[in-house]
């Protein structure tokens, strides 16, 4: 991803794609000390623009790295990449870290926090899984509770699990990984949140040790209004069978139909379907 044409949004100034580096000292390279949000423009206009921008500063100072930027001048950096780029059907990737400076080592505050926005096209995040239902292998990793990270950040810390999970998946021919939490419960899969259809109902595990996704509360009040009960509660392994449906809820993800996680089989329903397509609706309205 490198190697391209196109400009990345780098503390302010428009730079050439190949030239948006850091030096090998960042901190957030050695201490994790990076934010980050993925959006997606349709038509011109990011979804939910303002609400990624609000979270990106609010994991900012979940991890104690409060960002020099305001709302306003996040909105208006991912704009003029969008621009520069030539794009308005795209992701879009902002990042703030704690770069390189005076400090080396775990503590460095006085280590400037850097932001950048790059935007790229990126079709299906499942690619035809999106239509035929995705294949989840069971991760071996564990989403940890919140007193051991700050679940509510979308942080690269997070993220070492989900990329092991997901080459793990990969491995043995699944599209991703639905993973479980510190107490046994079904959480999400590695990048996006997961829902579940019995009798017409929807359950959808609780958000308390992973990201509440912006696309989850979108569905969920969707859902809703169309007077679709929905049970936001703790969702235990024995539970999988007795389900008939499943999808994936993210940004990337939009809404993917699941087909299989581990030995359960789901139906790519009438539910689903619907959901999915609402969802395309209502983004590009
Ligand atoms: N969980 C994880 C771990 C994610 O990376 C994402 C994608 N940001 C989500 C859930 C879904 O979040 P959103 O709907 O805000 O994209």
Redesign the pocket.
Known sequence: YDDRDGFIWMDGKLVNWRDAKVHILTHALHYASSVF???RCYNGKIFKSVE?SE?LRKSGELLDMPLPFSVAEIEAAKEATLKANGLTDAYVRPIAWRGSGEDMGVAAKRNPIHLAVAVWTWGNYYGDAKFKGAKLDISKWKRPSPETIPHAA?AAG??MI?TMSKHAAEAKGCSDAMMFDYRGYVA??????IFFVKDGEVHTPLPDA??N??????VIGMLREKGITVHERHILPGELEGFQQCWL?????EVTPVGQIGDYNFEVGQLTKDISTDYEKMVRA
């Open positions: 949000e993925g959006e990624h979270r979308k997070l993220y989900c999400e899969a590695t990048g996006a949140n992973f990201l996704g912006i696309t989850r509360q979108t809820t993210g940004t990337a993800a």
